[in-house]
């Protein structure tokens, strides 16, 4: 039997933002403290902003400070600290594909400084777990919830999957590419699509659905630059393509909390 372990662990703070790659992490009930809890969204509007629309939002480095906010910094751009909204902060009506919900803004300055880098007027939100929006109970439990994340808390790939495709394509794919939070080594090239519970250190997790893919695989994660051949997702679409869609990584649920860390076991309980 092949010894599975978490091989890399990385959060996003601000949704279509660059990654950040961790050694250890706490899990909440959220998914990885921090990820995915900032979003950018038209001003106009309050539609969430993605790097499918602006691939440059690829190129923006948002990180937490030690103050609970986010710092951001991009090219040509003087770094900005915001801070992490009041509770009774100004309250901005979002919508994130079907859902709506109403949440904090993070005030004028980091909406100017961002509006200015992507070209476009937005404004800068962030969600306190109080706010979280409810995963499709299709595969969930009720009371199951998601920050800015697409439709679940946690996404898994596994090295051989990814060095699989690789070797389709016939060059080296990046696995930022693909946005996980988890990557596990040891396992078998597409061992994930017949998990359906696993344990990482002491914490439990179900395997929800597999995760499928859209055009955002075809960005390079440092430049944002368009794949010429539409590469992986052509290849993907070879062998991976159901019912219309392309999946590509497992969608998580965890089922309790704790510390993850760079190196622990991962062991498949069904």
Do not use: H
């Not at 937490?64 to 991009?74: E, F, Q, S, V, W």
């Not at 709506?100 to 476009?120: K, Y």
């Amino acid at each position: 039997m092949l010894l599975m372990q978490l091989a890399a662990l990385y959060r996003y703070p601000l949704k279509s933002g660059q990654a950040e790659r961790l050694e250890r992490v706490n899990l909440e009930a959220l998914g990885l403290a921090g990820d995915r809890r900032w979003m950018l969204v038209e001003e106009a509007t309050g539609r969430f902003l993605t790097q499918r629309l602006l691939p440059q939002m690829g190129r923006i480095s948002a990180l937490y400070n030690a103050a609970g906010g986010l710092t951001l910094n991009a090219p040509g751009c003087t770094r900005l600290d915001v801070a992490l909204p009041e509770p009774d902060a100004e309250l901005r009506g979002v919508t994130v594909w079907r859902d709506s919900l109403r949440v904090p803004d993070a005030g004028d300055a980091a909406a100017e400084w961002l509006s200015r880098f992507i070209g476009r007027a937005c404004r800068l939100v962030q969600v306190p777990e109080s706010r979280a929006r409810q995963v499709d109970t299709g595969y969930a439990q009720v009371g199951d919830k998601v920050a800015f994340a697409d439709g679940f808390p946690l996404l898994l790939i596994g090295q051989a999957s990814l060095d699989d495709l690789s070797a389709r394509v016939g060059r080296p794919l990046e696995m930022l590419r693909f946005r996980p939070n988890l990557v596990v080594q040891g396992s078998a090239p597409y061992a994930e699509d017949s998990w359906k519970r696993i344990r990482i250190g002491g914490v439990e997790f179900d395997v929800a659905k597999g995760c499928s893919r859209c055009i955002l695989t075809t960005l390079d994660p440092q430049t944002g630059e368009r794949s010429a051949d539409r590469e992986p997702l052509t290849t993907l679409k070879t062998y991976r393509e159901r019912e219309g869609d392309v999946y590509f990584g497992q969608n998580l649920l965890p089922r309790g909390v704790g510390e993850l860390r760079q190196g622990m076991a991962v062991e498949v309980l069904e």
